[in-house]
């Protein structure tokens, strides 16, 4: 078992390291949208009425014919309406709208959280199905490093109370190790486990279609019947659908009829076979009354007559994996435990940090300090770990320094943000290489003065300071820069005990040469 973790720990410390760093910053991806988006930083509208505000949109547009077209409700982390719709010509397109104007908003070209961080998180970015695969091998080997430590350390228990920082390095940082292991064990397991149930058809794409004997098609059929009653056009003209607010205060009766006062409003409202003589509206909420699991529930209407088509909620067994989904991507609104969430991801990211820093450690005590597979592996370890937390840090402050309109042939705004971020990640590696020892304690340094930038930047360039975003309740702001001020108070904390270190052994190497 000691074999088998410490194996595994090496080998996919390095990306398991990235994963549960996006992971933990993507628990508050819309707080990441609304800093380095400062268009979406509007009060929540109570009462928002989707016949004043998306209708007469809907009525400027050349819409495709038969299409769909989506309208996410605004809520407290994403206080926009957002619109999805295809064009004549089949491009798709994504709006946001002014929930008490209409207006659509000219939202700053940016993948910020919800699109970059969560991707890079299953898939590292990498393009095609190669991403999806290296994370769910390091999903797998995370489980078996959970379950092989517990053999390891049969007096877990007793390690959870056990932390000598006073100690030598070695020491300190394997109770260091031990502690942040145990201390959120059941997520460190559950959380790529859920994960990779939640990937599963990516991994084998030929499983679920083995009833249909293959035939994705059939497949896909029953999939879009299963959730919503799939009504086909009459391909004939049809009037706009003439109300959506009707239709939502229908679906909330419903299901405070069922549930009880106190039922969640809807997420989303759709209308498909636009324009059609037999269009109909689906209304559907994922978070019913703030619970776990990622719905849907959906009523679906006939805009013809009014009346209600069908209901939807979902079946024991698909009940069961909306739970794990839910459990997963924590979309759901509940502050205490998002904040735990962020905790438990942050202690994952010690735990994979610490064990490898001992590894080194390890190394440097059986060989000699300066042999090559000792640096090649510190140079690894650091740009992993401060690398790219300075790299992130990076995305933040490009983000707030390159011109929202600014204009480049066949390079959008948001590639150039996540460029900043690989270019200054691999100029880690390079500075780790180069500055061996000093490497972690210079990074660290760096990592303060760029999150204090980055705060400064967003004063700067929107007028929101720290105080200015806590006396007007912009929470998503204030909860953002107080973050990143306590990575920078961290980061600098960090550098300066490193420093400190390399003083003392360097006082004690010239103390033994005299």
């Known amino acids: 078992m000691g074999w088998l973790h410490t194996c595994f720990g090496i080998t996919f410390s390095v990306i398991l390291f990235a994963v549960f760093w996006t992971g933990t910053l993507t628990v508050f991806d819309k707080e990441i949208d609304q800093w380095m988006k400062p268009e979406l930083r509007i009060p929540i509208t109570d009462n928002v009425s989707l016949d004043e505000v998306v209708l007469p949109r809907l009525a400027e547009l050349d819409l495709l014919p038969l299409s769909a077209v989506w309208i996410g ?34 939202l700053t070209d940016s993948d910020a959280g919800s699109e970059f961080f969560f991707r890079f998180h299953f898939m590292l970015h990498i393009p095609g199905i190669l991403g999806y695969y290296i994370v769910g091998l390091s999903a797998l080997a995370m489980m078996t490093l959970v379950v092989s430590g517990i053999f390891i350390h049969r007096k877990i228990f007793q390690e959870f109370f056990t932390f000598r920082p006073q100690k ?29 149930l939640i990937l599963i058809t990516s991994y084998f794409p030929w499983s679920m279609a083995v009833p249909f004997e293959g035939d994705i098609k059939q497949l896909d059929a029953k999939l879009a019947a299963y959730e919503k009653p799939v009504i086909k056009p009459a391909n004939e003209p049809g009037d706009p659908v003439g109300t959506l607010d009707r239709y939502i205060d229908r679906a909330n009766s419903i299901w ?11 997420d989303w409202v759709a209308i498909f076979n ?34 209600m088509i069908d209901q939807f909620k979902p079946l024991p067994i698909h009940a069961a994996s909306n739970w794990l989904e839910g ?21 994952g990211c010690i735990m994979i940090g610490s064990g490898l820093v001992f590894w080194i450690e390890s190394r440097i005590k059986k060989a ?46 948001h590639e150039l943000e996540i460029w900043t971020f690989f270019f200054i990640w691999a100029l880690t590696f390079v500075h780790a290489v180069v500055r ?32 200015l975003t806590l006396g007007r309740s912009m929470w998503s702001i204030a909860i953002m820069d107080s973050v990143i001020l306590v990575c920078a108070a961290t980061a600098l904390w960090s ?9 003392e052994s360097r006082n004690v190497a010239v103390s033994i040469e005299g």
């Open 73 to 106: 409700m605004p809520r407290e982390r994403v206080p926009v309406i957002r619109l999805h719709y295809k064009d004549a010509n089949g491009k798709a397109h994504e709006e946001g709208l002014h929930p008490r104007t209409g207006e659509v908003l000219d």
């Open 436 to 467: 061996e020892k000093s490497a972690w304690r210079e990074q660290c340094f760096a990592i303060a003065i760029a999150s204090v930038s980055a705060v400064a930047l967003n004063w700067v360039t929107t007028g929101d300071h720290l105080l």
């Open 495 to 503: 550098g300066l005990r490193l420093q400190r270190r390399l003083r």
């Open 368 to 413: 000699q300090p300066d042999a090559t597979s000792v640096r090649v592996v510190r140079a690894i370890s650091t740009a992993s770990i401060t690398g790219i937390i300075l790299a992130s840090v990076g995305f933040l402050i490009a983000n707030r320094l390159i011109p929202k309109n600014i204009n480049l042939d066949a390079i959008h705004r």
């Open 168 to 196: 030598k390095t070695r020491r300190a940082v394997l109770d260091f190790h031990n502690l942040t292991s145990v201390v959120a064990l059941p997520f460190h397991f559950i959380i790529p486990f859920s994960g990779l």
């Open 274 to 307: 636009v324009n059609d003589a037999k269009t109909y509206v689906v209304v559907e909420r994922f978070f019913a009354n703030h619970r776990v699991a990622l719905g849907p529930d959906q009523v679906v209407f006939d805009p013809n007559n009014g009346e």
């Open 327 to 347: 459990l997963h991507w924590i979309q759901f609104d509940h502050w205490p435990l998002r904040w735990l969430y962020f905790l438990a991801g942050l202690s």
């Open 256 to 266: 405070r009829a069922q549930e009880g006062e106190g039922t969640s409003d809807p």
